[in-house]
């Protein structure tokens, strides 16, 4: 199976609500926008200002939204220029997330060993330093700041590349996490409430919308490829929905110079028009949130950066 092109068909056939929640921007409380020019060609609804509307994606215009490795050179190139996009390859991004275990675990080499350009998958089940356990490991933060596809946090495929990455060696912070659970749950039920902490505790922010959907959408199909490693069927509709809704939170779209949604200025609540004056006043940006899954409630994520 080709693990790096998701269809948004496909997932709208599962259920429309499932494509609704990856769209969902839960700061504004409407859906993600485009924020990029790549796909004014396709008309008016998807110039950059504009929300990302499932029958902009599906049907007749299923497979618009496609990963970088899977767009020609002139589209990278260009993204590369407006955007400063380039994506980091696989090997990478793994000796980055090893210096991050080196740090929690106190030793190096946790998860696998470096060879050349690549790594070798470390076959015996993970020991925990004294005064930490699996439980710790799961429920630490990881965050990737302009996470494109999210290659440090979810490895379904080399995003240079294009090639896939089996489960069992893969290597985004979240995908180690999901290894912990699968090494030491063997119950269903009990293996689904870590996995859902692992995402509750997995955060990413990116300015593109479709790289906000690609990435939204690596990170459900890795919940459903390690339910198949792990049990050997498919989650449920509503155990996809739940965890859609977390991803719509942890992974949201932000400018992150201003730590605001992208053309999220809001009309003011009484603005007397005239027929002579045709502009809409517009408000102030609205600064993104997120959600503190542990205390239960929604703040603003520049409350965090300030250390509020």
């Known amino acids: 199976m080709d693990t790096r092109d998701i269809n948004e068909q496909n997932i709208e056939e599962r259920s429309p609500a499932l494509l609704n929640l990856l769209l969902k921007d839960k700061t504004t409380e409407h859906n993600i926008r485009w924020a990029t020019d790549n796909y004014k060609q396709y008309g008016f609804d ?14 007749s215009h299923t497979n618009i939204i496609q990963p970088r490795v899977s767009k020609d050179q002139a589209e990278q190139s260009k993204r590369t220029r407006d955007k400063a996009e380039v994506f980091t390859p696989s090997w990478i991004c793994n000796e980055q ?46 965050l990737e ?14 995003t240079v590349s294009g090639k896939s990455i089996p489960v069992k060696d893969r290597i985004g912070l979240l995908d180690r996490k999901l290894r912990v659970v699968n090494e030491n ?3 269903e039920a009990d293996w689904y409430k870590w996995i ?37 069927h498919e989650p449920t509709l509503e155990q996809l929905k739940k965890i859609a809704i977390i991803i719509s939170w942890n992974i949201w779209q932000m400018d992150g110079l201003t730590l605001t949604a992208p053309y999220s200025e809001a009309k003011p609540a009484f603005v007397q028009m005239s027929l002579f004056d045709m502009e809409e006043e517009k408000g102030c940006p609205i600064h993104c949130k997120i959600f503190d899954w542990r205390s239960n409630y929604s703040l603003e994520f520049q409350s965090m950066v300030n250390g509020g």
């Open 46 to 59: 998807y110039a950059a200002e504009c929300e990302i509307k499932p029958d902009l994606i599906i049907g």
């Open 97 to 142: 997330n090893n210096l991050v275990d080196e740090a929690w675990f106190g030793r190096k080499d946790v998860f696998n060993h470096i060879v050349d350009n690549g790594w070798i998958t470390n076959e015996e089940p993970i020991a925990f330093p004294e005064g930490k356990t699996w439980e710790h490991y799961v429920d630490s933060r990881r």
């Open 145 to 158: 700041v302009s996470c494109g596809e999210a290659p440090y946090l979810v490895s379904r495929y080399d």
């Open 185 to 187: 749950t063997d119950y």
């Open 196 to 232: 859902i902490r692992a995402y509750q505790s997995t955060y990413g922010y990116e300015y593109q919308g479709d790289n906000i959907l690609l990435a939204r959408e690596n990170l459900l199909y890795t919940f459903i490829d390690n339910m198949l490693y792990k049990f050997g």
